[in-house]
């Protein structure tokens, strides 16, 4: 129905001392479930108001459906949004809060009871619509929320952390229901949460964010597969990537004590999963002899192996065994190397506390971070 | 302008199919610190922080209003400080204008009841009345706050009906027992009318706050072995602290600006109060307006000057007392 | 009789040979902390309201009370001209009566401080400076009573008054006159001496409520496109109507109280021929001023406190 964009849109408060939002580009496609995802205080929930028409930017445009809509008013935008606190009317009944948005547009009662009941049955919440919000439970004020903002049928759905004031069982529930409702409406979503489960479970497309800027927009998957900067990939997963630094030198990564780790197997592996991605040239410039500098290599958890025995061939990090967590489904060993604690996912923990061991990988597993935290391979 | 260049990888070995990835973010180093405004002219920055028309003229009209409010004080500051005949012609008149300290000079050594010895009066009734009020209020609150005891109900409803109450209607009874027990017309007599006037309200102020702090402090203190003396010593009353500014600032207000008790109760011109002493500046045939303007400027000045000090505590407290 | 019943019934003993201990050291604690406030309470605040409820029913020597009289002194306060004065009510002339005259302001000045602390409490709600225009208006509330009775004198002065001047200024000349001492229009004058006092307190309550809203509310609305005067009545009318209850009582209590501001402009009299007089000048006049009448002091003082009673009550409720 309708896709989102921004360009360069800038966002300054405090007459540009604080700014919240720095030169964001973003496409949104018709019916796409698109989330910004980012720790608090990144501008994600300014950038949502921005698309609300809450907020006005400073610089920059915003189209709907190639309609540039920046400098209206959120009533001309036809934007429906759930607020983090659902913003329910405490005098109002349920009915009264859901009918409200036809109200204000002169819709006749008739066809409002209509609607509302359409949409309360939708959302199984036929029952409550005589009571006022303050004797709803959490779950139930969410689905009055969520009622009111589709009962319109807007063009744009936004949610800002709707799920954050529920407790796990419900939150893990009105996930299954909102990716539902996103399905059946097919309304273009936009979704903010600090909550990267949220975001890997519901969206299409997500939007990583940090202090104001977007890191990487990409799908699930890919963000998971190839977070493009060293923020990214300790931002996404569970526990977060491991980064091991180290020096750069002769085409490996002088990681101290702990040994070093040659890159030309990680270069390789990556070259042939990313086809097309990478030509020889720049492969060989990784590799040349030449080229120093700090870097941090990557590698999640669950892609760590732990043993007792160093391994005839490939890479290994040497390490102390600290603590063993273990947590029913695996365990997690961790791991001191260079004075650093690393993760390790494993199934079965087969090590003891104090046991010097050694980690491997898979080549086409490791990312390698330059100094500025960008993304090398 | 850098901030609005195709950001050039940084990293030396950035290979050349980096540039499409890199080109589509930036680093969060790249974001500057406060809004890139160099680039832009005053003139552009000066109209966009300008609000919007209706906004301005919100401001025009919000400020007009409070301006006017004020105008009935400004007048009279001004009077205060100009001889009568320009007052006559009117305070407004700014041209050949004459300071003079005359009318503050007057009103201090009025000659029926100098206003530097009604002042003095004042002080001496209201801080004793503050005080006492705030001690006895905040002991009495704590039970009605925390224990059940028999005819709590009643004194609660007492209290609420000598908070409606007109301060005419204890005048009659208090003038009585004043004469008898020979404390009319001395200070001591007044504060006493001034602190059981004021400790209604307070201890129902002072228990609503003290119902807010966690019973648990209490308990844990009690675990700790604190008596119930030094949890009120040492809980309550720190815990209260803003609860007894407000109430302090309030009460201090009030009884400065008293009129009606002082004129009944105090009757020899020597003990008079500040706010008794200036209708009589009136005068018989033309009215003193400057010496009228700087007395009541001098007794207007402590609780106006304690209100701006204080403000956040005076109006937190005026809604806790009414509203909640 | 099961061993756990057993159990239950030693541990109630223990409980009350503690609570007895208990109850002696907290009956001492409860003196301690009580007796000192309500003593002074009782003695200066209840005792004189209940002094002047039975003197009220007494025939009075001065200040000695001497026998029962029935009803005698409310018949005769209720009847008396000074209070309620019938004849000139009914050519709409003042005086009217204290009471009728404390009844005027309450239907005057109540709606209109009301009215304005509202507008004013949304018209700064979102402005920067909000603090000190705010305490520009409210500053009067903090000034003695007296002085702003005084002021209005000042003001309404045919000379070196500000408001006769602005009269000049608007053509109106003939309008120009002592407003204070003019019989049939000076409690109009004071009347709106009044409002400008006390908006400031009305305005402070109300602007407390508008912030108590949370602005996702507001925010709510907007998106599901209600324009400003929707998003009044259907959003903030209705979350700050309930403070309007206790403005509106607070400031019947304020002018049923009205004592300073009427002397400061009228004297003990209440103005020329008693044209503004209140039930507090009243009380005042009967009790302290020759020929001194103690049984209509309290009745008028009974009748102040009978109007405002329920109506503190109410706010009591209400919390």
């Known amino acids: 129905m309708t896709s989102i964009s921004m360009e360069n849109v800038s966002k300054y408060f405090d007459s540009g001392e604080t700014i919240a939002n720095y030169q964001l580009d973003l496409e949104a496609e018709d019916g796409e479930f698109l989330v910004f995802l980012g720790p608090s205080g990144c501008g994600k929930t300014t950038a949502l108001r921005l698309i609300a028409g809450l907020e006005q930017p400073s610089e920059g445009a915003i189209y709907f459906d190639g309609e540039r809509v920046d400098g209206r008013s959120p009533s001309d935008r036809n934007v429906a949004m759930v607020f983090q606190n659902y913003a329910l009317y405490p005098h109002m009944t349920v009915a009264q809060n859901i009918g409200y948005p036809l109200k204000v547009r002169g819709v006749p009662p008739d066809e409002r009871d209509r609607r509302v009941e359409t949409v309360t049955e939708l959302l199984h919440i036929e029952d409550q619509t005589h009571k006022k919000p303050a004797a709803l439970s959490g779950g139930q004020r969410q689905r009055v929320a969520l009622a009111r903002a589709i009962i319109r049928e807007p063009s744009v759905f936004l949610l800002d952390e709707p799920l954050s004031n529920l407790d796990a069982k419900l939150r893990q529930e009105m996930r299954i229901e909102l990716k539902r409702l996103q399905n059946e409406l097919d309304i273009t979503t936009i979704y903010v949460t600090h909550n990267q489960e949220e975001a890997m479970s519901m969206a299409d497309k997500v939007a990583v964010m940090n202090q104001g800027t977007i890191q990487q927009v990409a799908p699930p998957q890919e963000l998971y597969d190839r977070p493009r900067t060293a923020w990214v990939a300790q931002f996404i997963g569970s526990p977060p990537m491991n980064l091991f630094r180290g020096t750069r030198r002769n085409g490996s990564v002088d990681l101290g004590e702990a040994g070093t780790v040659e890159l030309e197997g990680v270069m390789n592996a990556k070259a042939a999963v990313e086809t097309g991605g990478r030509d020889d040239a720049g492969t060989a410039s990784m590799l040349a002899s030449d080229v120093h500098g700090t870097v941090a290599l990557g590698v999640r958890p669950e892609d760590l192996t732990v043993s007792t025995t160093r391994p005839s061939s490939g890479n290994a990090i040497e390490g102390t065994v600290g603590t063993i967590e273990p947590m029913g489904e695996y365990d997690l060993v961790n791991v001191s190397v260079n004075d650093q604690i690393v993760n390790a996912k494993v199934s079965e923990a087969t090590v003891a506390r104090d046991d010097t061991v050694y980690l491997t990988f898979d080549d086409e597993d490791a990312y390698l971070y330059a100094d500025d935290g960008e993304l090398v391979v | 302008m850098t901030e609005d ?132 209020g905040v002991m009495a609150a704590y039970p009605f706050a925390r224990f059940e005891f028999p005819l709590k109900t009643t004194l609660f409803f007492l209290i609420l009906l000598v908070m409606a109450a007109p301060p005419e209607l204890v005048a009659m009874g208090n003038y009585n027992s004043l004469q008898r027990i020979g404390l009319f017309d001395t200070y001591m007599g007044l504060i006493l009318i001034h602190i059981g006037w004021g400790l209604g309200w307070v201890v129902l102020f002072l228990r609503n706050y003290l119902l807010g702090i966690p019973e648990e402090l209490e308990e844990a203190a009690r675990i700790d072995g604190a008596s119930r003396y030094q949890i009120f010593r040492t809980i309550i009353l720190p815990l209260s602290t803003p609860a007894l ?59 106006v000057i304690l209100f701006l000090l204080l403000e956040r505590y005076y109006k937190r407290g005026m809604v806790a007392a009414v509203a909640d | 009789m099961s061993l756990q019943d057993r159990i239950d019934a030693l541990d109630t003993d223990r409980d009350l040979s503690v609570d007895f201990d208990f109850d002696r050291e907290k009956a001492v604690a409860l003196a301690v902390f009580l007796i000192p406030g309500l003593t002074l309470f009782g003695i200066f605040s209840v005792g004189p309201i209940v002094y002047s409820a039975i003197g009220s029913f007494f025939a009075w020597d001065t200040f000695t009370m001497e026998h029962f009289v029935g009803l005698d002194n409310w018949i005769r306060s209720l009847t008396d001209p000074l209070i309620v004065h019938w004849s000139n009510m009914q050519e709409f002339r003042y005086p009217m009566g204290a009471l009728t005259h404390n009844l005027l302001w309450v239907v005057v000045h109540v709606p209109a401080s009301t009215f304005l602390g509202l507008g004013l409490a949304l018209l700064f709600a979102d402005l920067k400076g909000r603090r000190i225009l705010r305490s520009m208006v409210f500053a009067g509330f903090t000034v003695p009573p007296i002085v702003i009775g005084l002021v209005l004198m000042f003001i309404y002065d045919p000379q070196a008054g500000v408001f006769n001047e602005l009269l000049r200024v608007l053509g109106q000349d003939h309008l120009v006159r002592n407003w204070t001492q003019s019989p049939q229009v000076a409690i109009y004058a004071l009347i709106a001496g009044g409002i400008w006092v006390h908006t400031g307190f009305s305005m402070l309550l109300y602007s407390s409520a508008l912030s108590a809203i949370d602005p996702s509310l507001i925010e709510s609305a907007k998106v599901d496109g209600a324009g400003p005067w929707r998003r ?41 021929n008693h044209a503004y007089s209140v039930l507090g000048i009243e009380v005042y006049r009967a009790a302290f001023r020759p020929e001194i009448d103690y049984g209509m002091a309290m009745v008028v003082a009974l009748i102040q406190l009978f109007i405002v009673a329920p109506l503190a009550l109410y706010i009591a409720r209400m919390r």
């Open chain 2, 5 to 136: 260049d195709p950001l050039e990888p940084t990293g030396v070995d950035a290979g050349p199919d980096e540039t499409t990835e890199a080109d589509r973010y930036l680093q969060v180093e790249e974001v500057p610190e406060t809004a890139p405004t160099d680039d832009r002219t005053w003139r552009t920055r000066l109209a966009e922080s300008v609000p919007s028309s209706r906004r301005t003229l919100k401001y025009a009209v919000a400020i007009t209003v409070a301006v006017l409010w004020i105008v009935p004080f400004i007048g009279l500051f001004m009077a205060s400080f100009r001889p009568l005949s320009e007052i006559i012609g009117g305070w407004w008149h700014l041209e050949g204008m004459s300071i003079t300290f005359e009318n503050y000079y007057q009103a201090w050594n009025y000659s029926t009841a100098p206003l530097s010895r009604a002042l003095l009066n004042t002080f001496i009734v209201t801080i004793p009345a503050v005080l006492v009020v705030m001690l006895l």
């Open chain 2, 245 to 303: 500014v407000s109430v302090a600032v309030i009460q201090f207000t009030w009884v400065w600006n008293a009129f009606f008790f002082p004129l009944v109760f105090m009757r020899s011109p020597e003990l008079y109060l500040a706010p008794q002493v200036l209708p009589l500046m009136r005068g018989r045939v033309q009215v003193e307006w400057g010496m009228i303007a700087a007395g009541s400027i001098m007794t207007m000045a402590v609780p």
């Open chain 3, 232 to 272: 009044f009545w259907d959003v903030i009318w209705p979350l700050v109507k309930p403070v309007t209850a206790v403005v509106v009582i607070m400031g019947i209590i304020w002018v049923m109280r009205m004592f300073d501001i009427v002397y400061a402009a009228g004297g003990a009299a209440g103005g020329p």
